[in-house]
């Protein structure tokens, strides 16, 4: 016994069908072709869109780090010079000795 669906799909196959004239049948694809162009060309702007503003964030944090790593960088160049002091009799700006 065949189902229903084939049933369906073998009278639709048998029975003639009036086709659209082929300049119809050329405007509809050509209509859904630019359907589908617009849809992705807006779904490309969008994520464009979203890319940038991540591309913005990511930017942002870098200068952030950037600002953080010198001032930790200062910092321990700081500690650094408290915790090694110079040897007496030597300063950070050695004089340099002329020869005759």
Request: proline residues 8%; contains cysteine.
């Amino acid at each position: 016994m065949r189902s229903p669906l084939s049933q369906k799909l073998s009278q639709n196959l048998n029975s003639p069908e009036i086709s659209p004239p082929p300049s119809l049948l050329t405007e509809t694809a050509a209509s859904l072709d630019i359907c589908k162009l617009i849809t992705e060309k807006t779904r490309l702007k969008h994520e464009l869109e979203a890319l940038k503003q991540r591309r913005d964030r990511i930017v942002q944090r870098l200068e952030i780090l950037d600002t953080q790593t010198a001032t930790l960088e200062n910092s321990a160049d700081q500690l650094r010079n408290i915790l090694s002091p110079q040897p007496i009799g030597s300063s950070s700006n050695p004089k340099t000795v002329q020869s005759n």
